[in-house]
């Protein structure tokens, strides 16, 4: 397996099937440039990785940091005030492309979150399937300080997370809140002692690629439609899903491996 690094961020297959990514812009992750080519080029290794590397795509992708006290601080506000509005626009808009391409990614993320995660950082962690924190981690969206709102998916993955009362009481204050806070509220999924997050996504990793990726997948989409959809509809959509995997997906051989006390033989 081979280490690959850009300016800001890193990668390198964990294990076959997972690809650790590690951010590293001192001094706090601002999600400038230089993190948006990387996670990109992140990504373009998860989903077609080179000969010699992990022989298919992951299945599964951690996000962590390796900046003491930052998961990422947010938008990169110094660039922010040397550009023109053209200059701003385009700026979101690489941002949000590359936070929707994580999100819409044909795998798992997972956010393994130390120190603060603010603004863009928390938008970025939003976009992942799961996310994982230190006990001392902290969270916020506090562009309302700056006379905007968050602007790579904030406004629209928060609430579908944690409710809108309290992703309005968030966004309105642009106040923090701390790890058991935002565990308590669904924000975080998993919460570990301090400086344990990567550790525990790593393992969190490895469960999620014994199951079955399509079906893992049709779950994120049956649970997504949930948000979307009226009750009949999405009921609707998991009985065509659960038909798609019986028929064309993994389930046969899920089924036979139960029946004949073995291991089934996913992809």
Same mark, same amino acid.
């Given at each position: 397996?081979?280490?690959?690094?850009?300016?800001?961020?890193?990668?390198?297959?964990?294990?076959?099937?997972?690809?650790?990514?590690?951010?590293?812009?001192?001094?706090? @992750?601002?999600?400038?440039?230089?993190?948006?080519?990387?996670?990109?080029? $992140?990504?373009?290794?998860?989903?077609?990785?080179?000969?010699?590397?992990?022989?298919?795509?992951?299945?599964?992708?951690?996000?962590?940091?390796?900046?003491?006290?930052?998961?990422?601080?947010?938008?990169?506000?110094?660039?922010?005030?040397?550009?023109?509005?053209?200059?701003?626009?385009?700026?979101?808009?690489?941002? &949000?492309?590359?936070?929707? =391409?994580?999100?819409?990614?044909?795998?798992?993320?997972?956010?393994?979150?130390?120190?603060?995660?603010?603004?863009?950082?928390?938008?970025?962690?939003?976009?992942?399937?799961?996310?994982?924190?230190?006990?001392?981690?902290?969270?916020?969206?506090?562009?309302?300080?700056?006379?905007?709102?968050?602007?790579?998916?904030?406004?629209? =993955?928060?609430? &579908?997370?944690?409710?809108?009362?309290?992703?309005?009481?968030?966004?309105?204050?642009?106040?923090?809140?701390?790890?058991?806070?935002?565990?308590?509220?669904?924000?975080?999924?998993?919460?570990?002692?301090?400086?344990?997050?990567?550790?525990? $996504?790593?393992?969190?990793?490895?469960?999620?690629?014994?199951?079955?990726?399509?079906?893992?997948?049709?779950?994120?989409?049956?649970?997504?439609?949930?948000?979307?959809?009226?009750?009949?509809?999405? @009921?609707?959509?998991? =009985?065509?899903?659960?038909?798609?995997?019986?028929?064309?997906?993994?389930?046969?051989?899920?089924?036979?491996?139960?029946?004949?006390?073995? =291991?089934?033989?996913?992809?």
């Amino acid at each position: 397996m081979t280490d690959t690094t850009t300016q800001a961020v890193s990668w390198e297959w964990a294990v076959p099937g997972i690809l650790q990514v590690d951010l590293h812009s001192a001094p706090a @992750n601002a999600l400038g440039t230089a993190i948006i080519e990387g996670l990109d080029a $992140a990504l373009d290794a998860a989903l077609d990785p080179a000969p010699g590397d992990a022989g298919a795509p992951a299945k599964v992708i951690v996000i962590s940091s390796s900046i003491p006290g930052f998961f990422a601080a947010g938008a990169d506000i110094k660039l922010m005030a040397s550009i023109d509005f053209e200059g701003f626009e385009a700026y979101g808009d690489r941002l &949000r492309a590359v936070v929707d =391409r994580l999100a819409g990614a044909p795998l798992l993320a997972i956010a393994a979150i130390e120190g603060v995660a603010l603004g863009g950082g928390l938008e970025l962690s939003l976009a992942c399937t799961l996310r994982v924190a230190g006990g001392d981690a902290q969270f916020g969206l506090p562009e309302v300080k700056l006379g905007l709102i968050p602007g790579a998916g904030g406004t629209q =993955r928060l609430p &579908r997370l944690v409710g809108r009362g309290r992703a309005l009481d968030i966004m309105l204050t642009g106040r923090q809140v701390t790890a058991p806070d935002a565990h308590a509220i669904g924000l975080v999924d998993r919460l570990v002692e301090p400086g344990q997050a990567l550790a525990e $996504a790593l393992t969190l990793a490895k469960t999620l690629t014994r199951a079955s990726a399509p079906a893992q997948a049709a779950v994120v989409r049956t649970v997504d439609a949930a948000f979307d959809l009226p009750l009949a509809e999405g @009921n609707a959509s998991e =009985r065509s899903e659960i038909a798609k995997l019986f028929t064309d997906g993994e389930g046969r051989e899920g089924i036979a491996a139960f029946v004949e006390k073995r =291991r089934p033989d996913f992809a």
